[in-house]
């Protein structure tokens, strides 16, 4: 039988930890973008967002940290709200490649397709196909307008961040220009890799990124702004691609773990969706070997295990007295 919590019970959870967590000392910046290398390793934060819009949050939440590969989801729904689910399956794919995120030999190994919007090469892809082609402004204006919608707030890069990607971003170039040797970049590879870099480098808070998930959890209905931002069918398509490779290479051990699908960033955040029930975000810049923020996988981790959110668990939690937001 599926339980029900009140939002009292998800504000005890998140308290609790925010306490566990917040002296965890494991793992370290990313450094080969030396931007992130200088940000405060102690700063750590975690927030819900319930179907009514309600932001419950501890910590630094309203820290504006680098949104990395996170921005892969919204990009993903945007291709395929401009196209259609099956066509981003047909031109990206939806596989993990098993393989770290900026893998070049997952080019070479799978000739086919760039395996999955949610991978550097995938993502690069999926950004030469946003509309309008050959547009970098429009393209971007779509980019940036989108995750702002789905944010429930305006997002804006941080141009230092944005300088240091675009000073280091060589293996990138490489994945770009590969794609294009396969066919499989559907627009210019240098404006598409500069949208792709630019988007990585967007700012974002966890209280941000908590909406971005409770308006997927919520079939693509931001709760917050009560605004409808891509089409519902596409937000179990998206939970998928999140499920099977958002933590890359440590995909299937989170999965074991928590059954929350969820998509971490090299800036040290991680967007977690359950659907139905809420958006869930965490922030802390020290990462694992895979490129996963420590602190904040425990975090949400603790969440998921204290409220029962496993998906594939029969008996796990919606939320009660806590309606959805109408359109
Ligand atoms: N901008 C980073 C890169 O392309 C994002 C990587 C990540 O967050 O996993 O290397």
């Known amino acids: 039988m599926i339980q029900q919590i009140d939002k009292e019970t998800v504000r005890e959870a998140v308290q609790m930890a925010y306490e566990r967590c917040k002296n965890e000392t494991g793992g370290k910046n990313a450094d080969y973008i030396p931007y992130l290398a200088n940000v405060p390793s102690n700063l750590f934060g975690i927030a819900a967002c319930l179907p009514d819009g309600e932001v419950i949050a501890v910590g630094d939440t309203e820290y504006r940290f680098g949104i990395e590969s996170v921005s892969k989801v919204p990009t993903a729904i945007l291709a395929m709200n401009q196209y ?29 397709h760039p395996s999955t919007p949610l991978v550097n090469a995938g993502a690069i892809a999926a950004c030469s196909m946003i509309r309008p082609a050959g547009d970098a402004d429009a393209k971007w204006k779509a980019i940036v307008g989108f995750i702002s919608e789905l944010a429930g707030g305006e997002v804006e890069v941080i141009d230092e961040l944005y300088k240091s990607e675009t000073a280091t971003n060589f293996n990138n170039k490489s994945i770009a220009w590969l794609l294009k040797n396969y066919g499989r970049i559907y627009d210019d590879p240098d404006l598409s890799l500069d949208i792709y870099t630019r988007q990585c480098s967007i700012g974002i808070t966890a209280r941000q990124l908590a909406t971005v998930g409770a308006t997927i959890a919520g079939g693509g209905v931001n709760p917050v702004t009560h605004r409808p931002v891509f089409k519902p069918e596409l937000a179990p398509k998206i939970t998928a691609m999140m499920a099977t490779v958002g933590f890359y290479e440590h995909t299937g051990d989170w999965l074991f773990l928590t059954g929350l699908p969820a998509k971490t960033g090299v800036g040290g955040g991680i967007l977690g969706v359950v659907p139905g029930v809420m958006g869930l975000a965490a922030f802390a810049p020290p990462l694992d070997e895979a490129g996963n923020s420590v602190k904040a996988q425990k975090a949400l981790s603790y969440v998921a295990g204290h409220l029962n959110l496993n998906l ?16």
């Open 84 to 112: 259609s689910g099956e066509e981003v399956l047909q031109k990206i794919g939806a596989d993990a490649t098993g393989l770290p995120f900026n893998s070049i030999m997952a080019i070479l190994l799978e000739k086919d």
């Open 312 to 327: 594939f668990n029969t008996t796990r939690c919606v939320m009660r007295a806590c309606e959805p937001a109408q359109v």
